[in-house]
């Protein structure tokens, strides 16, 4: 498996330039035949590659790739760095091995089989478009300990790619990014343990970098991704500042609980001072959108006064 990706990677990568490359180039690049070009080529679109193969010229990407480069992630990371091309989900790889890990691991995927959204929906995953990460942690007083972590995570994302110039971003509670209005990226926190013991956590990050019109066709609500940039971050460099600022922010929250994040919050805050709409179930409340409480419930300001709301089957939308 490990040789075969190998190949595929190496096809990509002279693919990079976003020029047509014809078959007989490849071949000869890689030391193989143009059959076997062409079934790499033909394997690469289950993971959702989509490359143009046109006679005469060759083929070409129709969406940009963004790989991440293992060798440099791993020489700038300290704790350990689990990273894959293909495996079912990075979160449930954390989760299954949260026995043998240490606060701050991580693992990495270019393409997920089976990536998760909240409430179960399918995130999206295809190979080398996007950001696919999951971060072990553990917090000693277990599960209450973690109240608001999803907010410190979204707080977290927005601080790298303003350190990236990455323009117009936001949060919309509890743990989305969006950008220019449309959403960008996840969080997803998976935790086993006890309420007042130790609490492992798994945070799963998809964040998208550059989405094909066919993935952006199955996706159910609008989206942003990172490609219409004037330039596009590079994706091991924001899985370093990522890791780096998450460990820095989870370890403030870990001392000082979900309060010195208000303000970063507050100024990011997608909803913040406008009439939203609070999904619970098959009710519906309305009311001004006033940030959050120290728990990191979403306050409203309604006919009867300012009301805090949490819950994992709460949905907050604008109201429109």
């Excluded at 449930?92 to 929906?121: N, P, T, V």
């Excluded at 990172?226 to 596009?232: I, K, V």
């Excluded at 100024?267 to 120290?294: F, M, S, T, W």
Aim: charged share 20%.
């Amino acid at each position: 498996m490990a040789e075969q990706w190998s190949r595929k990677r190496s096809i990509l990568t002279e693919l990079a330039n976003g020029q047509f490359v014809s078959g007989e180039a490849l071949a000869a690049k890689l030391g193989v035949s143009r059959t076997a070009i062409a079934n790499h080529i033909s394997g690469l679109e289950p993971y959702g590659v989509d490359i143009y193969s046109v006679k005469g010229k060759g083929y070409k990407l129709n969406n940009p790739l963004s790989l991440v480069d293992e060798s440099v992630l791993k020489a700038a990371i300290n704790q350990r760095c689990f990273y894959f091309d293909d495996i079912p989900s990075t979160n449930g790889f954390m989760l299954k091995h949260a026995d043998e890990l240490d606060s701050g691991d991580i693992c990495i995927a270019e393409y997920q089989s089976a990536g998760r959204g909240r409430r179960g929906r399918v995130w999206v995953s295809p190979y080398g478009c996007h950001l696919y990460f999951s971060m072990y942690w553990q917090f000693p007083q277990g599960m209450a300990q973690a109240m608001g972590l999803s907010l410190v995570v979204a707080c977290s994302i927005v601080s790298v790619l303003k350190q990236l110039n990455v323009a117009n971003v936001a949060v919309k509670w509890p743990n989305d990014i969006f950008l220019a209005g449309k959403k960008l990226a996840g969080v997803l926190i998976e935790m086993n343990g006890q309420t007042d013991s130790e609490c492992n956590l798994v945070i799963g990050i998809g964040l998208n970098m550059a989405m094909s019109e066919l993935q952006g066709a199955s996706i159910d609500q609008p989206w942003s991704d990172l490609s219409a940039l004037d330039c596009m971050p590079n994706k091991t460099e924001l899985l370093i500042l990522l890791h780096k600022q998450l460990q820095q922010d989870l370890i403030e929250f870990e001392t000082a609980g979900l309060m010195p994040f208000k303000n970063r919050w507050d100024k990011a805050d997608l909803y913040n001072g406008q009439a939203v709409k609070l999904i619970i179930g098959a009710d519906e409340i309305h009311g001004i959108c006033r940030g959050i409480d120290p728990q990191g419930a979403v306050v409203l300001e309604t006919p009867t006064g300012l009301k805090s709301y949490i819950g994992g089957e709460i949905s907050l939308r604008n109201l429109s």
